[in-house]
């Protein structure tokens, strides 16, 4: 199968591991010396509109892609899941 890396990008990364939506395909990472993708890069979720920056990206191997399907990517690694906080900002800031 040939593919684009646009059709890549549009296809949404999900953990088989754990079931948790990772994000969508950023960035591929490519050996010049052999010219393979390496990794593909999915960048950290913006907080508060990126005014605070961003989570840490994360990073797959090729080697972790089970199988890519028509809109999704499916990978064997297990991510670490995040626990979203309960209340508004304000209520976190002054606890």
Not at 4 to 28: A, M, P, Q, T
Request: proline share 2%; charged share 30%; net charge neutral.
């Amino acid at each position: 199968m040939m593919c684009h890396f646009s059709d890549i990008r549009c296809k949404e990364v999900i953990s088989i591991k754990s079931g948790c939506r990772i994000g969508f395909v950023d960035d591929v990472e490519i050996d010049s010396c052999t010219a393979k993708i390496c990794r593909i890069i999915v960048y950290g979720k913006s907080r508060c509109f990126g005014i605070f920056g961003r989570e840490e990206d994360i990073f797959i191997n090729w080697s972790d892609i089970e199988i890519i399907g028509e809109d999704t990517i499916l990978v064997g690694c297990d991510f670490p899941h995040q626990p979203k906080r309960k209340g508004g900002l304000l209520k976190n800031l002054f606890k």
